[in-house]
């Protein structure tokens, strides 16, 4: 299982810095931005999980507190990024 979760981790470190590289490139594309904080999100929220299964987790007990909070952040960040991508136009709505 920690095994799979590294693999995770360091593949979502390439997609992270691929997906952060291109978004600052030729056209500052502000919706890409949004998809790679959905996947550092994802990724730290994998990383605590290593850490717990490591039990690692009690050498840093901080990172067990801030855990949670980034798996809720992972899914608004993504329905920026979605909702942008199909419907383009102005960022923020009324509706948000």
């Given at each position: 299982?920690t095994l799979?979760a590294?693999?995770?981790?360091f593949n979502?470190?390439?997609v992270?810095?691929?997906?952060?590289a291109?978004?600052?490139r030729r056209?500052r594309?502000?919706?890409r931005?949004f998809l790679?904080?959905?996947?550092f999100?994802?990724?730290?929220?994998?990383?605590?999980?290593l850490?717990?299964?490591?039990k690692?987790?009690?050498?840093?007990?901080?990172?067990?507190?801030?855990?949670?909070?980034?798996?809720?952040?992972?899914?608004?960040?993504?329905y920026?990024?979605s909702?942008n991508?199909?419907?383009?136009?102005?960022?923020?709505r009324?509706?948000?």
């Amino acid at each position: 299982m920690t095994l799979i979760a590294q693999f995770g981790l360091f593949n979502g470190i390439l997609v992270l810095l691929l997906i952060m590289a291109y978004s600052f490139r030729r056209n500052r594309n502000i919706n890409r931005i949004f998809l790679g904080l959905s996947v550092f999100f994802v990724w730290y929220t994998l990383f605590v999980v290593l850490l717990t299964l490591t039990k690692e987790i009690l050498n840093y007990p901080a990172f067990h507190r801030t855990g949670i909070m980034s798996a809720y952040l992972a899914i608004p960040f993504l329905y920026i990024y979605s909702r942008n991508t199909f419907y383009p136009g102005k960022l923020w709505r009324n509706s948000d």
